[in-house]
């Protein structure tokens, strides 16, 4: 039952950022929040709390004109609070006019019915 609300929960919060939907993000977001942008990235570091996720997805769009980003599957663990969601993404390096096409597995850890962290990983990461 436990996933079943995480996922929920999940689905409510990538809706949100889609629909460029800061009050819900605020709400789903727990208040010690932190989301891990890997190195190499040009928004590589953590981003804390529904604020700094906030400020994140700025800094995502201003790198990237999106041509494509969808959710493909998730994965379940032994841990209901801790699953992982696989995304395509394609889109053009705004700074080089390259076209970035990868997956993006991302992290997630939940606490009380409430996003605790995100870990994104770039199967392809842009620039290198």
């Given at each position: 039952?436990?996933?079943?609300?995480?996922?929920?929960?999940?689905?409510?919060?990538?809706?949100?950022?889609?629909?460029?939907?800061?009050?819900?993000?605020?709400?789903?977001?727990?208040?010690?929040?932190?989301?891990?942008?890997?190195?190499?990235?040009?928004?590589?570091?953590?981003?804390?709390?529904?604020?700094?996720?906030?400020?994140?997805?700025?800094?995502?769009?201003?790198?990237?004109?999106?041509?494509?980003?969808?959710?493909?599957?998730?994965?379940?663990?032994?841990?209901?609070?801790?699953?992982?969601?696989?995304?395509?993404?394609?889109?053009?390096?705004?700074?080089?006019?390259?076209?970035?096409?990868?997956?993006?597995?991302?992290?997630?850890?939940?606490?009380?019915?409430k996003?605790?962290?995100?870990?994104?990983?770039?199967f392809?990461?842009?620039?290198?």
């Open positions: 039952m436990e996933t079943l609300d995480n996922l929920e929960v999940q689905r409510s919060f990538v809706e949100a950022v889609f629909a460029s939907d800061a009050q819900t993000i605020r709400e789903l977001a727990a208040p010690d929040f932190k989301l891990f942008e890997g190195s190499g990235l040009p928004f590589a570091g953590v981003y804390e709390g529904a604020e700094g996720f906030l400020a994140f997805l700025g800094t995502f769009v201003d790198t990237f004109e999106i041509e494509k980003l969808e959710p493909v599957r998730h994965y379940a663990s032994d841990d209901p609070d801790k699953l992982a969601f696989e995304f395509d993404f394609q889109a053009k390096v705004k700074a080089t006019g390259e076209t970035l096409e990868t997956s993006i597995v991302e992290l997630w850890q939940f606490r009380n019915g996003v605790e962290a995100i870990r994104a990983h770039y392809n990461v842009p620039g290198r």
